[in-house]
């Protein structure tokens, strides 16, 4: 039921990229509000990964990529490691809603 | 750099008002934007709502009848209220600061979260 939709679950081996998509509406990601993403390791606080759609802030390795087109946007990870086994969510500002709004959340696994 | 830190009661009361602090350290809580998510156990992220020392506060349309945050200037810190709490208000909450815009940078501190039950 949430504004931005993700899918619940992700997955793959050691080395491989994978993809997560972030699906919004005309009112959010289709609209000019930017698109963020966070990895939320277990029994951690979310950390920033990427920023404004596309961008990584300091320290956030190369691997991880983001990208908008229209209504969507993905979240890329290259190069997969055992440590990125985390929740990951992406968020925008909704103009129907005067607010904020998370997809929620795809659980990765490295198989 | 900026950290934050929640603090306030594990344990809440059916009907009654939830309180929650977050100080600021390593910067100026007159700058930048504020904000409050929360967790419920198993579940995603919820935005609860955002603040800017000079603007009006920003309220999740779902909690907005029952929600109010505030900002202490002389104590860099601000403050979540949430009333008639139920079960369903039990998370973990955590404050999170946006930079000089959140549409435009996102969320980039954290604190670590405090974990509110609602309970009798």
């Known amino acids: 039921q949430s504004v931005l939709t993700q899918p619940p679950s992700a997955s793959g081996a050691p080395g491989q990229r994978v993809t997560i998509s972030c699906t919004g509406s005309s009112s959010n990601i289709g609209a000019v509000y930017d698109v963020h993403w966070y990895q939320q390791l277990p029994g951690a606080a979310p950390k920033l990964l990427i920023y404004?759609?596309?961008n990584r802030p300091s320290g956030v390795p190369d691997r991880f990529s983001g990208s908008k087109s229209g209504t969507s946007a993905s979240l890329a990870i290259t190069g997969l490691r055992a440590e990125d086994e985390a929740d990951y969510y992406c968020?925008?500002?909704?103009?129907?809603?005067?607010?904020?709004?998370f997809g929620g959340g795809t659980k990765l696994t490295v198989l | 750099q900026v950290q934050l830190q929640e603090s306030g009661p594990g344990l809440v009361k059916p009907s009654e008002t939830l309180s929650l602090t977050c100080i600021v350290s390593g910067g100026s809580i007159r700058s930048d934007h504020w904000n409050w998510i929360r967790q419920p156990p198993g579940k995603g992220l919820e935005w609860v709502g955002h603040?800017?020392?000079?603007?009006?506060?920003k309220y999740n349309p779902s909690l907005k009848s029952r929600v109010s945050i505030s900002v202490d200037a002389s104590k860099n810190q601000f403050s979540l209220s949430l009333s008639s709490v139920t079960a369903a208000d039990t998370a973990v909450y955590y404050c999170?600061?946006?930079?000089?815009?959140?549409?435009?940078?996102?969320?980039?501190?954290w604190g670590q979260g405090t974990t509110v039950t609602v309970s009798s």
């Open positions: 999170a600061r946006c930079g000089d815009s959140c549409y435009k940078y996102g969320m980039d501190v």
């Open positions: 404004a759609s596309t």
């Open positions: 603040i800017y020392y000079r603007g009006t506060a």
């Open positions: 968020q925008s500002y909704d103009s129907s809603l005067s607010g904020w709004v």
